[in-house]
């Protein structure tokens, strides 16, 4: 079984600070991609990144993926309490099947 | 909007019994999958369907099986409900081919007692 370790597993901060999330694996991916979920919800894809070394922003939202296509972070700069949500990570087996990280915790207090 | 729909949003059932949860998807997608989520351990794959009538193990498929009769309609069994499948169950659709958006159904928060 392929497996994605995401760290922290939760994260609590105030409005305006930054954050990092980070999703590690022993394995390489096809791609990457990450998710975010709200409570009562499935995730909602943020963001695809296909090529070693990629570096995708989504407004306040850096993601990246590892050289080796093995690992990838998120960067949140800046955050905001519509930011709260439990974030995703997910590796493409190239299979037709994802394989989900662990999941971040985020929560944004004003 | 493409929507998946999963039958139900909350069910509570009886240890030993025989569970249906249902997934509809109107976006004609040919895979379709079912995730169950635990705090802590993000989402794991239970079984995954790549056309109608077939179907293909996940990471932990026992306690569990599954009918595609329709393109549109995935459906999780669990033949004898456990304490230990008290879970949240997602369903998701993706087209063919890779590196393609998933998306979810609202998920099912299921309950044995």
């Known amino acids: 079984t392929q497996l994605l370790e995401q760290s922290p597993q939760f994260l609590s901060i105030q409005e305006g600070e930054n954050l990092t999330v980070y999703c590690n694996s022993s394995?390489?991916?096809?791609?990457l991609q990450w998710y975010r979920q709200e409570p009562g919800e499935g995730p909602v894809l943020l963001v695809t990144?296909?090529?070693?070394?990629e570096v995708k922003k989504l407004k306040r939202l850096t993601f990246q993926f590892g050289d080796a296509r093995k690992d990838s972070s998120l960067h949140i700069t800046a955050a905001q309490p519509g930011d709260t949500g439990l974030y995703l990570c997910?590796?493409?087996?190239?299979?037709?099947?994802?394989?989900f990280g662990t999941g971040t915790r985020l929560l944004v207090s004003p | 909007d493409v929507k998946v729909t999963q039958s139900s949003r909350y069910l509570v059932k009886r240890t030993g019994e025989k569970v249906f949860l249902e997934c509809v998807q109107d976006?004609?997608?040919?895979?379709m999958f079912w995730y169950r989520q635990d705090p802590g351990l993000g989402l794991r794959l239970i079984y995954f369907?790549?056309?109608?009538?077939?179907?293909e193990k996940g990471d932990i498929p026992e306690g569990y099986s599954v009918s595609r009769e329709k393109k549109e309609r995935f459906s999780l069994i669990l033949e004898s409900a456990s304490t230990n499948q008290t879970s949240m169950y997602l369903c998701?659709?993706?087209?063919?081919?890779?590196?393609?958006?998933?998306?979810f159904g609202q998920g099912t928060r299921l309950t044995v007692v």
């Open positions: 998701a659709s993706t087209v063919h081919g890779g590196n393609t958006e998933a998306f």
């Open positions: 394995s390489v991916f096809s791609s």
């Open positions: 990144v296909v090529t070693g070394g």
């Open positions: 997910a590796g493409n087996t190239g299979f037709q099947k994802l394989v």
């Open positions: 976006m004609d997608h040919e895979n």
């Open positions: 369907s790549y056309d109608v009538k077939m179907k």
